[in-house]
Nanobody, 115 residues
Framework: QVQLVESGGGLVQAGGSLRLSCGAS????????MGWYRQAPGKERELVAS???????NYVDSVKGRFTISRDYAKNTVYLQMNSLKPEDTAVYYC?????????WGQGTQVTVSS
């Protein structure tokens, strides 16, 4: 089990941007594929962006071209840059490994996009 700490969420108008951060140990990020997940009210949690330990990224169709997952080696942080936000992006966002490990779920960070 590892402690993953998400931050950076907030309230933003449609079309705006946010950058989410996920902190953990360097060794953890070096040895695991990472992903950003989100859970909207009444919906199941979904994987929206992933990055392998080798740098390959993948995105769900609904966020392609708008979201970017990246990693800062010096800061031991994985980011999710979210641009052109839409009301349907409103959700609690979590980071975890891919595939996810139940014990690693943190509290997440709330993203609310107003129309």
């Amino acid at each position: 089990q590892v402690q993953l700490v998400e931050s950076g969420g907030g309230l933003v108008q449609a079309g705006g941007s946010l950058r989410l951060s996920c902190g953990a140990s360097r060794i953890f990020f070096s040895t695991n594929d990472m992903g950003w997940y989100r859970q909207a009210p009444g919906k199941e949690r979904e994987l929206v962006a992933s990055r392998t330990r080798y740098g390959t990224t993948n995105y769900v169709d609904s966020v392609k071209g708008r979201f970017t997952i990246s990693r800062d080696y010096a800061k031991n942080t994985v980011y999710l840059q979210m641009n052109s936000l839409k009301p349907e992006d409103t959700a609690v966002y979590y980071c975890n490994t891919v595939p996810h490990v139940r014990a690693n779920w943190g509290q997440g960070t709330q993203v609310t996009v107003s129309s």
